[in-house]
Structure formats: C-alpha cells, structure tokens
C-alpha cells in the first residue's frame, strides 16, 4: 500500500501560481500513473491531471490546459503540480493518488487508489 502526502496548498491572489507536492512512502510507486484530482465544495471529484509511470505521457483535464504542469521525480518518490495563471474557479482541494494498475495511463478516477488527505487551494478574485 502506497501512503501519499501532499503539501503546497495556501491562499493566492487569481493570476497567482503554487506548486504542489505529493511525497509516496510504502512501496514503490515507479510502476504506477499518479494523478492530480479535486473537489471543489458541493461538487464531484475531478480529474485535474495524470503522468504515466515513467514521466512520458500526460493527461490535462480542459480546464487546466497551458495553465498546469504535472511531472515526477521516481528517483525522490514524489509527483508535483505545477499551477500557474489561477483563477478562482480552481479553488479546492486537491488530491493525489497512484494508478492501481500499473503501466498504464487512463485518466479514469475509479482506477486510482492509495487517495493522499489533500491540501486546500484557494485562490482570491
């Protein structure tokens, strides 16, 4: 079992970046996609973006598109989030969480588990 830990969230002004940060301890997580997602307060659980299992591929949801940068580092265990040009709408928190499947790359929330507890972005209008 995966334990993943993220950290990065805060409080910006819209046109703000963060980057946020999802250390994996357990086993190994190289295998796996990992995933950004988020929820937003009375709304579902989003996919944000994902990273194949050795950085190659990527996913963007269209809503974050030219804005977010999604990438990893195997070698320190942890995947990162880069956002830059937030705007409220992005506010929530956000998740990680590693594919269960390894060697694969479908952005399919249902697929991921080993869920980190999340660090909250808000972002001022």
């Known amino acids: 079992q995966v334990q993943l830990v993220e950290s990065g969230g805060g409080l910006v002004q819209a046109g703000g970046s963060l980057r946020l940060s999802c250390a994996a301890s357990?086993?190994?997580?190289?295998?796996?996609?990992m995933g950004w997602f988020r929820q937003a307060p009375g709304k579902e659980r989003e996919i944000v973006a994902v990273?194949?299992?050795?950085?190659?591929?990527?996913y963007y949801a269209d809503s974050v598109k030219g804005r977010f940068t999604i990438s990893r580092d195997n070698a320190k265990n942890t995947v990162y989030l880069q956002m830059n040009s937030l705007k409220p709408e992005d506010t929530a928190v956000y998740y990680c969480?590693?594919?269960?499947?390894?060697?694969?790359?479908?952005?399919?929330?249902?697929?991921?588990?080993?869920w980190g507890q999340g660090t909250q972005v808000t972002v001022s209008s």
């Open positions: 969480a590693a594919d269960r499947t390894p060697y694969r790359l479908i952005p399919d929330p249902a697929g991921f588990g080993s």
């Open positions: 357990g086993r190994t997580f190289v295998t796996d996609a």
């Open positions: 990273i194949s299992w050795d950085g190659s591929g990527t």
